[in-house]
């Protein structure tokens, strides 16, 4: 094989490898949390696991946003951390997602940065970064085996905060959170965006020497 076709060769891998999901790993490219209760963290799921669809609800969960005043900063991460069972379905077959039981324990963990209230502005948007694990069960039965099993997943996307806004007697702005949405979308991290432009920029460098050989 000539080197410029190596060159070429390895840049297209490089670009390749950098969508690749980590080992054992299971990533979420479409779906969404939706906290419709941030005061409680009552949320819904419906997202894609491979060609399964998978979903889920609970009326309990860390709290996600409090009311605040205008240039606070609120927090927009959210998780479940109650040891209890919430429903859910795969597909159309009803389960029970677990947690708090050995081997397999139920977390749903999203990471998104906060932003400061600003008078005015009732939507706020941000990245998100999103790692869990599915236990269901069909049985009810606490402590039986999982029937099916997601031990880890992984997923990013856009986060979206509504709040309402009212103007107190003494003139100040204040803000009760309405609804958070997390949505689900193949967004690259940097270190998979950069080794992404490195292989790029090898297949680009390979071609250009081409061209100017040829010229």
Known sequence: MHRKNRVTVIGMLLAALAFIPAANATLITSGQ??????HTGRFNFDFMIGDLSVRGFTDEGSKLLLPGYEGDTFNGDHNRGIQDMF?????????????????IVTTLFT?????????????????????????????????????????SLTGQGIAEFLFDESI???????????????????????????LFCVGLMGIAVT?????????
């Open 111 to 151: 990471t998104a940065p906060g932003a400061v209230l600003t008078a005015g502005q009732t939507l706020y948007q941000s990245t998100f970064e999103f790692q869990g694990g599915l236990c269901g069960i069909y049985s009810g039965t606490f402590g039986t085996p999982c029937d099916i099993v997601f031990p």
């Open 87 to 103: 429903y859910g379905y795969v597909e159309d077959q009803f389960v029970l997602w677990r947690e708090g039981s050995n081997p």
């Open 33 to 38: 949390i939706e906290v419709l209760t941030p």
């Open 207 to 215: 071609r250009r020497r081409q061209l100017f050989r040829r010229a």
């Open 168 to 194: 107190l007697d003494d003139g100040r702005h204040y803000f009760t959170p309405v609804k958070a949405t997390y949505t689900f979308m193949p967004v690259p991290e940097p270190a998979a965006l950069a």
